[in-house]
C-alpha cells in the first residue's frame, strides 16, 4: 500500500515547520499525516461492503479534522463528529468492544456524580447507557438504552451532537486540496435531519440522520432528548445514519431488528462456508477466531465473487496484491476466495498503455478508488497498476487455486488474462531483456517503488544511498519464477504442451540467472534488490524470505537465509523485521525499515516449511502468537514496530497502522498451514500433511469442515511422544483421503 509516515509533530506544524517543503508534504497523496490527537486512543472499527466507520473507546466519533474518527462510504467521510452527552457532561466508560463475531460496537457507559447548586443530585453510577453500534450496507445502526437503576427518579437531557465534513479518505490522511465543494443547506424535520455537499465532481452526497422516537429538539448540529426515568424504568433512542450518492443506487435503512437479523444471517452463513479451526489453548482460539471474523468483515461481495479489502482505514478498498496475498493465505481454507480476486483481477486488467496510471497491456491492478478526488484525479489511484508483483502473483493463484480445487472452467476462462500477464512480464515489465522484472514509474505522482516494499525510503544499498532507475526486487523475481512454473502447469493441463514447455524453460532459466546475480555470499542471504545500474542492493531484508516461499532458493541457500533471517539483528523476537537491526537504514519504527509485518512474516514461515525447516517456521509462529496475545481484541494490526522483545513487555504499536488489514488476518492461517505442512490436492481429492510439527502453545488442534471437492471432514492433530498424530473424522459425501508424510 502507498503509505509514508510523518510522526512528531501536529499537522500544522508540520506544514509550517521551515525544514519542510509545503508543497511536498501537503500535496502528496502517499504521507498520512501523524500526530498526538491520532495516535492518542486505541479505536473501534466496523466495515459492512464500502461502508466503514471508525469510533473511539466511547462509541462517539470525536470532530477531530486530522483523525481517521467517522463514518465512510466509497471513500468519503459521511459523518465527522457523534458525540453523545448526559446535561452536557460526557458519560463515564464502562466498557468498550467489538463483539468476536464484528456485528456490533458494545459500549456500556454510566453518569457521573452530578451537582445542582453544590449539592449532589445525582449519584455516579445510577445510570445505565448501553450503545450498540452496527452497519448494513450504507446505513449506520444505533441502538441507545438508558436504564435507572437508582431509587429515585431521574430528569436529564441526552443530547446527540453530529456534523459532517464530507473529506475525501486522502484529505483525511493529510492531503490538501486546492478546493473543495460546497455545502448544501440541511434539511430538519421534527425527527430527521439530512446534510449535503455537492462535490467538484457534480455529484450530491448526503447523509440523512433518523431519529425514534422524535426528539425534543432537534436542529443542523444536535437531537436533544428529556430523560425521564422512575426507579428501574428503561428508554430506548434509536438512530440511523444512512449515506447516499446520487449516482449510486441506495437501500433504505431496514427496520433495526430487521437490518441486526440480516447482519446475523450473513454471518451465520460465513461462517457455514468457512473451514475453522479448534484448539487445546484458548489464547490461540481467541486469535483465530477474530482472525475468521475479520477475515469476513474486510471480504466485500462484488459482481465478480467475494474480494477481501485490504485495511480499515486507510485502505478499505480492492487492491490487488493485498487481494491475492490475503486469498492465498486462507486459500487452503475457503477457496472461493481466491476465486472472486482472480476474476476480478482479470476484469480490470489492464488493455491499454495509460502512463498516469502506470497502466501497460497486460497488467494487474494494484488499488482502486470511488472518491471525489479519484474521480476528479486529483492523484493517480483512481484506477492505478503501480505495483510490479501483482501481476505475478496473478499467475501464481491462478495455477495455486488450479491445484487447489480442480476448477478446470476457470482457468478456461482466465487463460486469456494470463497469457496477457506472461507477455506483460516479458515486455514491458522487462523492458532491458536480462530476465528480470524491473519497475520504473511513469506516473509523477505515482509510486516511486513498486514491490511491496513501497514507501519512498524503503528500498536502498548498503550504505543508505536510495537505488536509482529501473529496479529489480529478489521477490518479484521469485514470484516471476512461480508464475512460470504455474503457467507451464496449466499449460499442460489445457492442452497447450508447446507453451508449456516454454514457460518451464523460462521458470528455469530464470531460477538459474537469479541465483547467480541476487546472491551474497558474505551476507548468506540474497540482495533486497538490483538497481538500474546492474548493483546489488546488499542488504538483509525479510523480503529474501519470499524466495523461500514461491521456491526458486536451492536447499542450502534456503537454509542460509533462514539462519540469517531468525539471528538476533533480523529476528525481534516477535517477527522477522522488515530489515535487520545492523543496516543503516534500520529504524524500528519505520513503515518498511525496521518494523514487523504479519503477512511477510507467515510467507517466510511458510518457505521455511516448503524447505523442510518446519522448527523453524514454528519459531516464527510463536512469536507472532505471543504478539497477538497483546492486541486489542487479539487483532493482528497491519504491521508493529520492530524493537526487540523484552521479559515483561509487550510489542510496540505502530500509530497508523490499519486494523483489521485482510493479509494481516489472514496470515495465522498460512503459519498454521506452515507448521502442519498442509497440502489440499483438489485435482486428486485429497489432503498431504508434510512433516507436521505443533508448536510448544498448542498440544491438539482440530480442523473443522475442510473442505475437498464435495466432501468435508475434521481432521484432528495431537502432539505424540514420538511426533504427531493425526485422525479423520466426521467424513461427509465422499471418502476422506488424507495422507501423513514425514
Request: hydrophobic share 40%.
Amino acid at each position: 500500500m502507498a503509505m509514508k509516515v510523518l510522526i512528531g509533530c501536529s499537522s500544522d506544524e508540520l506544514r509550517n515547520h521551515p525544514e519542510n517543503n509545503k508543497q511536498e508534504l501537503t500535496d502528496d497523496a502517499r504521507h498520512i499525516v501523524v500526530n498526538a490527537e491520532r495516535t492518542a486512543d486505541r479505536v473501534r472499527s466496523l466495515k459492512h461492503g464500502d461502508t466503514f466507520a471508525v469510533f473511539d473507546h466511547y462509541g462517539d466519533i470525536r470532530p477531530i479534522h486530522t483523525g481517521e474518527e467517522g463514518l465512510y462510504y466509497d471513500g468519503t467521510r459521511f459523518l465527522s463528529s457523534l458525540m453523545l452527552n448526559l446535561d452536557g457532561l460526557r458519560p463515564l466508560l464502562l466498557g468498550s468492544t467489538v463483539r468476536d463475531d464484528n456485528d456490533q460496537l458494545i459500549v456500556t457507559l454510566t453518569n457521573p456524580d452530578w451537582f445542582v447548586n453544590g449539592q449532589l443530585r445525582l449519584a455516579s453510577n445510577s445510570l445505565h447507557i448501553s450503545r450498540k453500534t452496527f452497519l448494513l450496507d450504507s446505513v449506520c445502526y444505533l441502538e441507545i438504552l438508558i436504564e435507572n437503576y437508582s431509587f429515585q427518579s431521574v430528569d436529564t437531557n441526552l443530547t446527540i451532537h453530529f456534523a459532517a465534513d464530507y473529506m475525501d479518505i486522502y484529505e483525511v490522511r493529510g492531503m490538501s486540496r486546492k478546493a473543495r465543494g460546497k455545502y448544501i443547506t440541511p434539511c430538519v424535520t421534527e425527527n430527521k435531519v439530512s446534510l449535503s455537499y455537492l462535490g467538484l465532481d457534480v455529484e450530491r452526497r448526503t447523509t440523512a440522520i433518523t431519529f425514534t422516537p422524535r426528539p425534543e429538539e432537534i436542529s443542523e448540529s444536535h437531537a436533544n432528548f428529556r430523560v425521564s426515568l422512575r426507579s428501574r424504568e428503561t428508554q430506548t433512542i434509536l438512530v440511523t445514519v444512512a449515506c447516499k450518492r446520487a449516482l449510486r443506487t441506495y437501500t433504505p435503512p431496514l427496520d433495526l431488528n430487521q437490518a441486526r437479523a440480516r447482519v446475523l444471517m450473513e454471518i451465520e452463513q460465513n461462517k457455514a462456508s468457512f473451514c475453522s479451526l479448534q484448539s487445546s489453548n484458548g489464547q490461540f482460539n481467541a486469535w483465530v477466531d477474530r482472525s475468521l471474523s475479520d477475515i469476513h468483515m474486510m471480504i466485500t461481495p462484488l459482481p465478480t465473487g467475494p474480494y477481501p479489502y485490504a485495511g480499515v482505514p486507510w485502505f478499505n478498498t480492492p487492491f490487488g496484491r493485498d487481494g491475492i496475498i490475503a486469498a492465498w493465505e486462507c486459500l487452503w481454507m475457503r477457496p472461493d476466495v481466491a476465486k472472486g480476486v482472480l476474476a476480478y483481477l482479470a476484469a480490470t486488467q489492464a488493455v491499454d498503455f495509460i502512463p498516469e496510471q502506470d497502466a501497460e497491456p497486460g497488467k494487474i491492478l494494484h488499488e482502486t478508488r470511488s472518491g471525489e478526488m479519484a474521480a476528479l484525479k486529483e492523484m493517480p489511484f483512481g484506477r492505478y497498476y503501480g505495483s510490479v508483483d501483482a501481476t505475478p502473483l496473478f499467475v501464481t493463484l491462478a495455477g495455486a487455486y488450479y491445484e487447489r480445487t480442480g476448477d478446470i472452467a476457470l482457468i478456461e476462462t482466465l487463460w486469456p488474462n494470463i497469457l496477457a500477464a506472461l507477455e506483460w512480464m516479458t515486455t514491458f515489465g522487462d523492458k532491458d531483456g536480462d530476465g528480470f522484472l524491473e519497475y520504473e514509474r511513469r506516473s509523477i505522482d505515482g509510486l516511486i517503488h513498486q514491490g511491496w516494499k513501497d514507501s519512498d525510503d524503503a528500498i536502498f544499498h548498503q550504505d543508505g544511498t536510495p537505488v536509482q532507475g529501473a529496479i529489480a526486487m529478489c521477490e518479484v523475481q521469485a514470484y516471476a519464477y512461480a508464475a512460470y512454473k504455474a503457467a507451464g502447469m496449466l499449460a499442460g493441463v489445457l492442452g497447450h504442451s508447446t507453451e508449456g514447455i516454454r514457460f518451464m524453460r523460462q521458470a528455469e532459466t530464470l531460477r538459474l540467472t537469479f541465483n547467480e546475480s541476487f546472491w551474497c555470499e558474505e551476507l548468506s542471504t540474497y540482495a533486497m534488490a538490483i538497481d538500474g545500474e546492474k548493483r546489488r542492493c546488499c542488504v538483509v531484508s525479510s523480503n529474501a524470505g519470499h524466495c523461500l516461499f514461491a521456491g526458486i532458493a536451492s536447499q542450502e541457500r534456503a537454509e542460509r537465509v533462514a539462519q540469517t533471517l531468525l539471528a538476533p539483528e533480523a529476528y525481534s523476537g516477535w517477527g522477522v523485521r522488515t530489515i535487520s537491526s545492523a543496516e543503516s537504514r534500520f529504524n524500528p519504527m519505520a513503515y518498511h525499515n525496521g518494523s514487523v509485518w504479519p503477512h511477510d512474516n507467515a510467507l517466510i514461515a511458510y518457505g521455511m516449511a516448503r524447505y523442510g525447516l518446519t522448527p523453524q517456521a514454528n519459531r516464527v509462529f510463536s512469536g507472532l502468537f505471543e504478539a497477538a496475545m497483546y492486541f486489542d481484541l487479539h487483532r493482528m494490526p497491519e504491521l508493529f514496530c520492530g524493537f526487540s522483545k523484552e521479559d515483561g513487555e509487550g510489542p510496540v504499536l505502530y500509530p497508523v497502522a490499519c486494523a483489521p488489514q485482510a493479509w494481516s488476518a489472514a496470515s495465522m492461517f498460512m503459519l498454521f498451514q506452515a507448521c502442519l505442512g498442509i497440502q489440499v490436492d483438489g485435482i486428486r481429492k485429497q489432503v498431504t500433511l508434510v512433516r507436521p510439527m505443533l508448536p510448544d502453545f498448542l498440544n491438539e488442534v482440530r480442523i473443522i469442515k475442510l473442505q475437498v471437492g464435495d466432501s468435508s471432514f475434521d481432521i484432528d492433530v495431537m502432539r505424540q511422544r514420538d511426533g504427531t498424530g493425526v485422525t479423520v473424522k466426521n467424513a461427509k459425501k465422499g471418502p476422506a483421503v488424507v495422507q501423513l508424510v514425514s
